[in-house]
């Protein structure tokens, strides 16, 4: 597998142990070579990668917040098809657990078009940015984050996996969202989709505030989220709240509406099996990765020009039907666009005396947005077990791009995971918290069985 190195040198194989901002050097190139969040400004050699010119911050024409969302890139034709048949002449921009799937999955393919360098955020967010790529830092222990500015990427420059797992840990959707989707896990040996695991959500930051003054002023508190299940009647009325936290394990409280009892849950993290997904999912596989980075040793390995999901308006329009949109082995292939991006790619070996499920996993970081994209995730002998795909698109109220619709497929047991996915419901409020309509409040365990029974 070939991976550019470009930005990074000695410091790569430290893992964790570079804590310092941002070489001085280095400094010098925002506003220059690379673009406010660190990427590379220039496209690639043969163009295929374009040139980021700041984005495609403007929503088309007559369009309103909390109305399905159009493609402004429809009309867009495809470029190539990836399939069982030609893809080993592909397979060097792709993960090895994505050419598995699409060797091994019957009538799967991942159609390329045009690379869109969408992606674009407010100015107070680039300012925000320059600023921690002068100051942020990580604590000496080499894996939490000491300080750095909220409502920016804390390392644009990164010097370490660790650093590149922080900046897509601290991905900013905005001041905070709400969300209502449905996951959903086809049977296996089976035709069909599955019940509909119908959810809502909510979450926010007090480091997503524009105004936020460090890792201090939010009080440990990396972000917080409430996810309640609305169907289907086994577990309506179910709950999740999460207190993500900067230096300490998470804090988890469980509702269970048959119970009518909170309860805290200090082994809900890490590896534990995700609740109601059948044993195909761990709790760090949501939002591809969170939680404390100590169970691994992480190295910044280098970037790689990849075919990932990207600007994926029609594959998580509110307006689809969700017959169009969730198959009985993956999302639709008619509704998901793949593009070539540069990717950052960070490999997790697990510590001695550590125990996880998966030994070893691999990243795949956007480079203009700091979100995973891909992540492959090993078994003890080595072979790809797991494989995540989600894709990013804009939200031009915010502006920020963000994410929906995403897969987890298990090359063992051969079944998927078809997560967040918005056909049928409302859009996504993406300024739940900036207008109002969602506060720090709501994640309060004490309220937690009232909020899910209002």
């Avoid at 893809?87 to 078009?113: C, F, H, N, S, W």
């Avoid at 040996?189 to 926010?204: A, M, N, R, S, V």
């Avoid at 805290?264 to 890490?270: G, K």
Wanted: aromatic content about 12%.
């Amino acid at each position: 597998m070939k991976y550019t190195t470009w930005l990074i040198s000695a410091t790569v194989a430290l893992g964790g142990a570079a804590y310092a901002a941002a070489p001085e050097q280095d400094m010098a190139r925002f506003g220059k070579d690379l673009t406010p969040v660190g990427a590379e400004r220039a496209g690639n050699k043969d163009g295929s990668i374009p040139e980021w010119t700041g984005g495609d911050m403007k929503a088309p024409g007559g369009w309103k917040p909390g109305t399905p969302r159009p493609d402004p890139y429809a009309n867009d034709k495809r470029l190539l098809s990836i399939d069982a048949s030609n893809v080993d002449r592909y397979k060097d921009k792709l993960a090895p657990g994505q050419v598995e799937m699409v060797k091994t999955i019957p009538g799967y393919r991942m159609d390329v078009y045009t690379t869109r360098r969408s992606c674009g955020f407010p100015d107070f967010y680039y300012e925000r940015t320059k600023k921690n790529a002068a100051s942020a830092r990580l604590a000496d222990n080499g894996q939490n984050l000491a300080e750095a500015l909220g409502a920016g990427v804390p390392f644009p420059i990164p010097q370490s996996g660790v650093e590149a797992m922080w900046n897509h840990k601290l991905h900013w959707k905005g001041e905070g969202f709400q969300m209502s989707y449905a996951g959903y896990i086809p049977p296996k040996g089976g035709d069909g989709i599955g019940e509909p695991l119908g959810q809502e959500e909510w979450q926010t930051s007090p480091m997503w505030s524009p105004s936020n003054k460090g890792v201090a002023d939010a009080r440990g508190i990396e972000s917080l989220y409430l996810n309640t299940f609305t169907s289907p009647p086994s577990i309506a009325g179910d709950a999740t709240l999460t207190r993500y936290k900067f230096a300490e394990a998470n804090d988890v409280w469980l509702y269970f509406a048959s119970q009518r009892r909170v309860r805290r849950a200090p082994t809900y993290q890490y590896d534990a099996p995700q609740l109601n997904t059948e044993n195909l999912l761990t709790v760090d596989q949501y939002m591809q990765f969170n939680g404390p980075l100590d169970r691994y040793d992480w190295k910044l390995v280098g970037k790689k020009e990849m075919y990932v999901p990207y600007n994926t308006y029609r594959l998580n329009s509110s307006a689809n039907k969700v017959e169009d949109v969730v198959k009985p082995k993956f999302l639709s292939r008619d509704h998901t666009r793949y593009e070539l991006h540069r990717m950052w790619v960070v490999e997790a070996t697990l510590k001695s005396g550590m125990r996880h499920t998966f030994p070893k996993r691999v990243f795949y970081l956007d480079e203009d947005t700091w979100t995973i994209l891909v992540e492959d995730m090993y078994d003890a002998q080595g072979k790809v077990w797991r494989t995540t795909e989600m894709g990013p698109y804009m939200a031009w109220e915010i502006p920020a791009c963000v994410w929906a619709a995403n897969t987890s497929y298990d090359h063992q047991t051969r079944r998927a995971v078809l997560d967040r996915v918005v056909a049928g419901r409302k859009e996504p409020d993406w300024l739940a918290t900036r207008e109002g309509r969602l506060k720090e409040k709501t994640f309060e365990p004490d309220g937690l069985r009232r909020f899910t029974t209002r």
